[in-house]
Nanobody
Framework: QVQLVESGGGLVQPGGSLRLSCAASGRIFSINYMGWYRQAPGNQRELVAVFSSGGSTNYADSVKGRFTISRDNAKNTVYLQMNSLKPEDTAVYVC???????????????WGQGTQVTVSS
């Protein structure tokens, strides 16, 4: 019914920047929340940044001041601008969303396939 497709990962040197995109497609009535998580090898998946229902944003303490989440409602897309990247930001970044798929309040919740971000010199 709904797909989340991420793009924008890659290899970057410490201090560099990357911009991730996550586009939702399919049966979309409206988006309840949408954002980014990450998982490094051996670690649990953790919240990075998210637009919650109502439009407020929430960031992990470790990325505040360096990462910015934004969105294009017309394109059902969220972006994650990552600046001043550190080696500890290396992880698979995964998009997560809860989407209303009908006017009756029915929802779809799911994850994208993930995109690798590697910060290394």
């Amino acid at each position: 019914q709904v797909q989340l497709v991420e793009s924008g990962g890659g290899l970057v040197q410490p201090g560099g920047s990357l911009r991730l995109s996550c586009a939702a497609s399919g049966r979309i009535f409206s988006i309840n929340y949408m954002g980014w998580y990450r998982q490094a090898p051996g670690n649990q998946r953790e919240l990075v940044a998210v637009f919650s229902s109502g439009g407020s944003t929430n960031y992990a303490d470790s990325v505040k001041g360096r990462f910015t989440i934004s969105r294009d409602n017309a394109k059902n897309t969220v972006y994650l601008q990552m600046n001043s990247l550190k080696p500890e930001d290396t992880a698979v970044y995964v998009c997560n969303a809860e989407i209303f798929i009908g006017s009756d309040g029915s929802t779809w919740h799911g994850w994208g396939q993930g995109t690798q971000v590697t910060v290394s010199s």
